[in-house]
Structure formats: C-alpha cells, structure tokens
T-cell receptor, first 118, second 118 residues
C-alpha cells in the first residue's frame, strides 16, 4: 500500500491566489518527485528532489515553486497560475538504490491533488 | 531516446473475459527496468510490477500475469477473468537513470483505458 499522502485532495484557486500542495512520505525514501497529469495524458515530470536538494527541474514555469523542508515532506507552492495549469498533481517518492544508477528504483505515487484554476 | 508505446487506447470487455494490454518499448540501454501502473478514477497511480532487463521470467500474481520478451521489446500484461474493479487506465513505463542522486526517471506510455462491464 502506498504511504505517500497528499493534501488537499481538491483545490480550486483564482489566478491571483497563492496556495500550496503538500506531500508526505514515511518510507524513508530519499528521492521525491512532483508530476503533473492532464486529462487523458500520462504523468509528466516536473521536479525531482534527491536528499532534500533540487536535482531536476524540467523547465517548469516559475509560478510553480517546489520546496523540500525535510526528507519526509515536499511542497509545491503555486502563485499566479493560469487556467491551463488545471490538472492532477502527483507526488511520488523512491527508495535509495543499491546500484550506482538507481534506475531500477520503484517510484511510489500518492493519490494526487486535483487542481482547478479559475 | 527512450520510448514506450501502448497502441491500445481503450479496451472494453465483459466481466470474466481475459484481456491483454500491450506494451512495446525502445531503449539503447542494456540495463533497464519496466513497470506497470494502474490508475483508477480516483487518480492514484498504483504500482503493479517492476521487471529488470535481465529477468525474462514471466510472472503471475493472482489474476495478473506479465510476459516480458526482449526479442520483441515487449512487456505485455494479462488480466484473467476480469472484474469491474479492474476498470482503470493502465500505464507501462520504462526507467532510465539520472547521473546524480538517487532519483529515477520514468518514461510513460500513453496508457490504455480498460472498461470492464457486467
């Protein structure tokens, strides 16, 4: 069973609002991720944190600001979003791997936060 | 570049029928990992299986089975005696390594929507 929890489950925000999505995992994983998923599309990677440091930013607009306060928490701060940013935002984590590349680590996802920008 | 193809966009079956979801992948790596995830309407991506490129043994887990064939670059997923609760979008994914940290990167297929009716 997944142990990645996300809050809120649903969020409606105006284009001038500032809000945050929160994610927590208690599996001791050292990599955490934010994905964005539009309807009928696969998830798209946004950010990767490795050992609480931002290691990958997939050219995400600055109106999305990630934060990793500690090894268990991951936030996504939202500001001045556009209606086209409405999507399902998925948090995920993966364990520390034994191989140098860690390419085989399973990524575990949370239930997601459904975001609507009006 | 890595690529995952799920040619079946939607499949509709009647309960108790067997159904196979196809997945074909492309990679230049000699070591790689393949995954299947299930996404019910609630949104959560549920991990189903991980397979590494050196292990071509087929796997069975209850009503689920997976057929991995490197010769055809395929990793197909069969549900036996399908049930209404199997209705979901199923994603096949291929993992590649980042050069730093503990992170993994998944390349997703476009997903196959399975509808099981009574």
């Amino acid at each position: 069973d997944t142990e990645v929890t996300q809050t809120p489950k649903h969020l409606v925000m105006g284009m001038t609002n500032k809000k945050s999505l929160k994610c927590e995992q208690h599996m001791g994983h050292r990599a955490m991720y934010w994905y964005k998923q539009k309807a009928k599309k696969p998830p798209e990677l946004m950010f990767v944190y490795s050992y609480e440091k931002l290691s990958i930013n997939e050219s995400v607009p600055s109106r999305f600001s990630p934060e990793c306060p500690n090894s268990s928490l991951l936030n996504l701060h939202l500001h001045a979003l556009q209606p086209e940013d409405s999507a399902l935002y998925l948090c995920a984590s993966s364990p520390r791997g034994s191989s140098p590349s860690n390419s085989g680590n399973t990524i575990y996802f949370g239930e997601g936060s459904w975001l609507t920008v009006v | 570049a890595q690529k995952v193809t799920q040619a079946q966009t939607e499949i509709s079956v009647v309960e108790k029928e067997d159904v196979t979801l196809d997945c074909v992948y492309e990679t230049r790596d000699t070591t790689y990992y393949l995954f299947w995830y299930k996404q019910p309407p609630s949104g959560e991506l549920v991990f189903l299986i991980r397979r590494n490129s050196f292990d071509e043994q087929n796997e069975i887990s209850g009503r689920y089975s997976w057929n991995f064939q490197k010769s055809t670059s395929s990793f197909n997923f069969t549900i036996t005696a399908s049930q209404v609760v199997d209705s979901a979008v199923y994603f096949c994914a291929l993992s590649e390594a980042y050069s730093t940290g503990t992170a993994s990167k998944l390349t997703f297929g476009t997903g196959t929507r399975l509808q099981v009716t009574l």
